[in-house]
């Protein structure tokens, strides 16, 4: 009799269910990993080499390897991603996939199967989406600019979301332990080849939730975003893009850059998934748990935060709309929890925003009232204006929210994903001048990131798997539709 694994993932691989699952994840008994298509499939072991790298390799397969191509140098501009999206070629290629699949199943909490959507694909009928490993949904964005970077410096293709935290540490000056590491626990490595070796006194992180590589290299070329493309004139930015760890998804990939872990083992594995030791199941972007989402960290996890109120005792940090805000001495999401936090501002107060938007989009309103008070009320810009007799921010962490919901309303294709830039393009501008004000620009790194990416879907797929897995006759839940778990 086949494991209930195995059946799941036959059922998941019917031609049936072809428009909407492109790879099917688990790990075998064994303790090898395996991806499954329609087309073929492999099992792959992880071992470490014993200099501290690590090597996968295919032990077996069957029919074509669905990972064959990891490449990052393609699909390279928004002109090709139209391209790939009309002829239906999607997905292009599979970035880092074995580490990426592998540290999944580090978790204690990972599902048996994950369920990797078909990029036309979206269950909840967006028109962006993204959460898979494929190539526009794991690219992640990337420029580095100011103090301490290298102006100019172009990717390798192995940068990654878990890299941001030690490369802040290592921007910074602070020291590394015996083994080389920043924190306690680090999966990532410094992106020397981005630095020029100086210092930076202070790091901005400016994170754009979403924001699809190609699109914003699209908006500045076309001259439409001011302040991303001085960033980019003073620094780099890597047309590759960064590889998200997978989930490519928000809470997934904020607390990776944050931790410098890939989810699997930060503890906060996605925004929902099952505890299996409590049988509690998260739902860290529902308003009743999202500003608590810290508490998930594993135990001996830090941040970045953590790290620099460690070796720099009293300096102050400030993570405005992050979700993984542990140890930063100004949090939004620590306003919320004390019960001190301000209000949204009434919409006639929020700057930088465009009619398409609010005319569009209740969420698009919603989230620019929300990425104006992280910008500026009790937050990043009063930061920097030292409101509160603080000292000027060792990392100033600004999370921005609107390209992520712009994204999936419009689809990265859409005007809305584009006029989200534009209108982020004014808030980063201004806390660019709120540097310059303080005297710190010369001085102050910027990393501008996003966390995944955006891929345009294809409206017509709609409905689900469920009735082909009820057919199994096997349990199972399934969690954020791809963790599936069997009873
Ligand atoms: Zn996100």
């Given at each position: 009799?086949?494991?209930?694994?195995?059946?799941?993932?036959?059922?998941?691989?019917?031609?049936?269910?072809?428009?909407?699952?492109?790879?099917?994840?688990?790990?075998?008994?064994?303790?090898?990993?395996?991806?499954?298509?329609?087309?073929?499939?492999?099992?792959?072991?992880?071992?470490?080499?014993?200099?501290?790298?690590?090597?996968?390799?295919?032990?077996?397969?069957?029919?074509?390897?669905?990972?064959?191509?990891?490449?990052?140098?393609t699909v390279?501009?928004?002109?090709?991603?139209?391209?790939?999206?009309?002829?239906?070629?999607?997905p292009a290629s599979y970035p880092?996939?074995?580490?990426?699949?592998?540290?999944?199943?580090?978790?204690?909490?990972?599902?048996?199967?994950?369920?990797?959507?078909?990029?036309?694909?979206?269950?909840?009928?967006?028109?962006?989406?993204?959460?898979?490993?494929a190539l526009v949904?794991s690219r992640?964005?990337?420029?580095?600019?100011?103090?301490?970077?290298?102006?100019?410096?172009?990717?390798?293709?192995?940068?990654?979301?878990?890299?941001?935290?030690?490369?802040?540490?290592?921007?910074?000056?602070?020291?590394?332990?015996?083994?080389?590491?920043?924190?306690?626990?680090?999966?990532?490595?410094?992106?020397?080849?981005?630095?020029?070796?100086?210092?930076?006194?202070?790091?901005?992180?400016?994170?754009?939730?979403?924001?699809?590589?190609?699109?914003?290299?699209?908006?500045?070329?076309?001259?439409?975003?001011?302040?991303?493309?001085?960033?980019?004139?003073?620094?780099?930015?890597?047309?590759?893009?960064?590889?998200?760890?997978?989930?490519?998804?928000?809470?997934?990939?904020?607390?990776?850059?944050?931790?410098?872990?890939?989810?699997?083992?930060?503890?906060?594995?996605?925004?929902?998934?099952?505890?299996?030791?409590?049988?509690?199941?998260?739902?860290?972007?529902?308003?009743?748990?999202?500003?608590?989402?810290?508490?998930?960290?594993?135990?001996?996890?830090?941040?970045?935060?953590?790290?620099?109120?460690?070796?720099?005792?009293?300096?102050?940090?400030?993570?405005?709309?992050?979700?993984?805000?542990?140890?930063?001495?100004?949090?939004?999401?620590?306003?919320?929890?004390?019960?001190?936090?301000?209000?949204?501002?009434?919409?006639?107060?929020?700057?930088?925003?465009?009619?398409?938007?609010?005319?569009?989009?209740?969420?698009?309103?919603?989230?620019?009232?929300?990425?104006?008070?992280?910008?500026?009320?009790?937050?990043?810009?009063?930061?920097?204006?030292?409101?509160?007799?603080?000292?000027?921010?060792?990392?100033?962490?600004?999370?921005?929210?609107?390209?992520?919901?712009?994204?999936?309303?419009?689809?990265?294709?859409?005007?809305?994903?584009?006029?989200?830039?534009?209108?982020?393009?004014?808030?980063?501008?201004?806390?660019?001048?709120?540097?310059?004000?303080?005297?710190?620009?010369?001085?102050?790194?910027?990393?501008?990131?996003?966390?995944?990416?955006?891929?345009?879907?294809?409206?017509?797929?709609?409905?689900?798997?469920?009735?082909?897995?009820?057919?199994?006759?096997?349990?199972?839940?399934?969690?954020?539709?791809?963790?599936?778990?069997?009873?």
């Amino acid at each position: 009799m086949q494991d209930p694994v195995s059946t799941i993932e036959e059922a998941l691989l019917d031609p049936s269910l072809k428009d909407k699952v492109d790879l099917v994840l688990s790990k075998t008994d064994d303790g090898f990993y395996r991806v499954a298509s329609a087309d073929g499939s492999i099992n792959f072991a992880r071992q470490d080499s014993g200099d501290g790298s690590t090597e996968y390799s295919v032990v077996e397969q069957l029919g074509l390897n669905p990972l064959s191509d990891q490449a990052t140098d393609t699909v390279l501009s928004m002109d090709e991603e139209k391209r790939m999206h009309a002829s239906g070629a999607s997905p292009a290629s599979y970035p880092n996939a074995f580490e990426s699949v592998a540290q999944f199943f580090d978790s204690p909490d990972a599902s048996d199967v994950f369920v990797c959507r078909h990029p036309g694909f979206d269950p909840e009928g967006y028109s962006g989406q993204h959460g898979s490993l494929a190539l526009v949904q794991s690219r992640a964005l990337l420029i580095a600019s100011g103090a301490g970077t290298h102006h100019g410096s172009r990717g390798t293709g192995t940068e990654r979301t878990v890299d941001i935290a030690p490369t802040i540490a290592s921007l910074l000056g602070l020291e590394a332990d015996s083994r080389g590491k920043f924190l306690a626990k680090q999966d990532g490595r410094v992106l020397n080849h981005l630095l020029n070796g100086a210092t930076a006194s202070h790091v901005v992180v400016l994170l754009l939730d979403g924001c699809n590589s190609n699109l914003l290299w699209d908006v500045v070329a076309a001259g439409e975003a001011p302040a991303l493309a001085g960033l980019i004139d003073q620094g780099s930015i890597l047309r590759q893009g960064m590889t998200a760890s997978l989930p490519t998804a928000t809470l997934a990939n904020h607390t990776a850059a944050i931790t410098g872990l890939h989810p699997g083992r930060s503890g906060i594995l996605h925004h929902t998934w099952l505890k299996r030791d409590t049988g509690q199941v998260p739902e860290l972007l529902s308003f009743e748990e999202m500003f608590w989402a810290s508490d998930h960290l594993a135990p001996g996890v830090e941040t970045i935060f953590e790290v620099i109120e460690r070796q720099r005792p009293g300096s102050f940090s400030t993570a405005t709309f992050e979700y993984c805000d542990r140890g930063a001495s100004l949090s939004s999401f620590a306003m919320v929890r004390g019960g001190t936090t301000e209000g949204l501002p009434e919409l006639s107060e929020v700057r930088h925003v465009d009619h398409v938007g609010w005319t569009a989009s209740a969420e698009y309103e919603f989230l620019s009232r929300v990425d104006h008070l992280s910008m500026v009320k009790k937050q990043t810009l009063q930061a920097w204006q030292q409101v509160d007799g603080n000292p000027l921010p060792t990392l100033s962490w600004c999370s921005f929210a609107v390209t992520d919901g712009a994204g999936h309303a419009s689809g990265p294709h859409g005007e809305l994903a584009r006029q989200a830039i534009i209108d982020t393009d004014g808030r980063v501008g201004e806390i660019i001048a709120a540097v310059d004000r303080a005297g710190a620009l010369d001085h102050t790194a910027f990393l501008v990131i996003s966390d995944h990416g955006m891929e345009q879907t294809d409206n017509a797929v709609v409905g689900d798997w469920h009735g082909a897995l009820t057919q199994t006759g096997i349990g199972y839940r399934d969690i954020g539709e791809g963790l599936i778990y069997i009873d």
